[in-house]
């Protein structure tokens, strides 16, 4: 490959990463937690902390629906919990748009699906960055910028990939040790990039692509004809005839049977979707998730008088468009492989965000100035930036457990200050690290971000050891594994503080990340 064709590359492998770069450490970390999104909810609601309307059946739920919203019986869902110590609630279409309610909040339904849960929010800031419909479609974008990123820092390393692969060469070079950890891995984690720059903006810019679509070369015609390929509830005429429905037990039981039947091993109901909810055709519609299959979540649509199997998407019974739209969701969030898949993709996950943060790292390192006191401007805002939100989001991140936890025993909704704290926590590292010499906020934005993730994790620990002791139940585990994590995480950014302070004590004194004095150059 020619020189310049390389320069190419390396100039659109460059700015790529630095445009998509700060959002995407943002989207790896939250990420890398999203994946545990069920232990966090468990966390937050631990099982002997029971919220409210937690132990009302999901039959109560519906009739309590169907008595204050009786027009919402054509079309409604119910969101199974997640676990004895969370609610069911009711989803339904109304004049004014969606509504959600648990069997308590019928009378005043909220806008929100879960406004107050902590793992929500955290995927939301993985998702959107937790900014509504302009956050997709902004990451939807930014998803296009990583897979450029990809492709153009594969092309200029791939002459040196064999040679240098496993090079790790561990000196006083730093530059060049930032790059060889930089490039192993990307490299080594490269498949799992490519499917979640493809699969991330599939999801983010999908509407609009099909908004596009279907006016330029559809003649109008393709939601309607993406609607009749993904549709998985039979379509019913109304029977006009009164019937007895059966229980949502009886269903469920019904659903996993059929699919079991069907090739899959397991299969755990978390929806229910009903039409014409007390009409002898009404239709009762059961998704699942089943573990060890790329098509992880599956429905089966039955009669809900007489629990006759009207469909069947799981297992070997998935459609050509089923699979593949299912695969899609498996491989970004890695619901296929229970736990040990899980754990690759944290891995992965935080392997990411190192990825973007020791990319902008070398982008610093390469403009420095060895011999000149004074540093370019450019590397001293880029610096500034590069700890401000990549720092203050693990800080932000923190903060949010931090705020959570108060509200919830403070018994106040969760959901406001969780996104005060994040927020003004991640502003707040980013005015400190603008008024603050680089090397000394890098420092202390560590030790606060060690000190809070691993404080907090002990304190839940403690407040909880007595619960835990006089009422043990399984889901225990999830709520210490959330703890064990933070602390974790919390040892990795003191030993990144201490790195940082190593560095600014003895690294080159014409640094950035110094802390001494800069030397001027000989004559």
Not at 399 to 404: K, N, P, Q
């Amino acid at each position: 490959m020619k020189a310049a064709t390389i320069r190419t590359f390396q100039t659109v492998h460059t700015w790529t990463g630095l445009l998509a770069g700060f959002a995407l450490f943002v989207a790896f970390y939250a990420g890398a937690l999203t994946v545990f999104h069920d232990d966090i909810a468990a966390w937050q609601n631990p099982p002997w902390r029971v919220a409210t309307d937690s132990g009302v059946s999901m039959d109560a739920l519906i009739e309590r629906l169907l008595a204050r919203h009786p027009g919402a019986r054509d079309d409604f869902g119910v969101v199974l919990p997640r676990d004895s110590s969370h609610a069911a609630y009711a989803y339904w279409q109304d004049k004014d748009g969606a509504r959600f309610a648990t069997a308590s909040q019928m009378e005043a339904p909220r806008t929100d699906a879960s406004e107050n849960e902590l793992a929500d929010f955290i995927y939301a800031l993985h998702d959107s960055l937790g900014l509504p419909v302009i956050g997709l479609y902004l990451m939807g974008i930014v998803s296009v910028l990583y897979g450029l990123a990809l492709v153009s820092g594969i092309l200029i390393h791939l002459p040196q990939l064999a040679k240098d692969f496993f090079a790790m060469r561990v000196g006083r070079n730093l530059k060049r040790l930032w790059q060889d950890a930089h490039n192993a891995i990307g490299v080594i984690s490269l498949p799992f990039h490519v499917i979640f720059a493809v699969t991330g903006a599939l999801f983010c810019l999908f509407t609009i692509t099909l908004a596009a679509l279907n006016t330029v070369a559809f003649d109008g015609k393709l939601f309607e004809a993406f609607a009749r390929a993904t549709e998985t509830t039979p379509a019913i005429t109304l029977s006009g005839t009164p019937a007895t429905m059966l229980t949502t037990d009886a269903l469920m039981e019904l659903a996993r049977a059929e699919a079991l039947k069907n090739g899959v091993r397991t299969f755990e109901p978390d929806y229910m979707h009903f039409v014409h909810y007390g009409d002898r055709n009404a239709v009762a519609e059961v998704r699942g998730l089943s573990q060890h299959t790329l098509g992880s979540y599956g429905t089966v649509a039955m009669s809900a008088h007489d629990g006759t199997v009207l469909a069947t998407y799981v297992g070997d019974r998935y459609s050509l468009n089923g699979i593949s739209y299912a695969s899609l969701f498996g491989l970004h969030f890695g619901s296929f492989g229970g736990r040990t898949v899980q754990w690759l993709y944290f891995m992965l996950g935080l392997a990411g965000a190192f990825l973007f943060y020791s990319g902008n790292l070398l982008w610093i390192e390469s403009r420095r100035k060895r011999r000149h006191v004074d540093q370019p401007r450019k590397t001293r805002i880029m610096a500034r930036a590069t700890i401000g939100v990549c720092i203050g989001t693990c800080l932000a991140i923190t903060g949010a457990f931090v705020a959570t936890w108060i509200a919830v025993r403070m018994d106040v909704d969760a959901g406001l200050p969780q996104r005060v704290a994040c927020y003004g926590l991640f502003l707040g590292a980013c005015a400190y690290a603008c008024l603050r010499p680089v090397a000394k906020a890098t420092i202390e934005l560590l030790g606060i971000t060690a000190v809070a993730t691993v404080a907090m994790a002990l304190i839940d620990l403690a407040t909880n050891m007595g619960a835990m002791a006089s009422s043990w139940s399984p889901l225990a585990w999830r709520v210490i594994g959330v703890d064990l994590t933070g602390i974790a995480l919390g040892i990795v950014f003191a030993l990144f503080a201490r790195a940082a302070a190593r560095r600014a004590r003895d690294g080159d004194a014409n640094s950035v990340w110094s802390s001494r004095a800069p030397t001027p150059s000989a004559p």
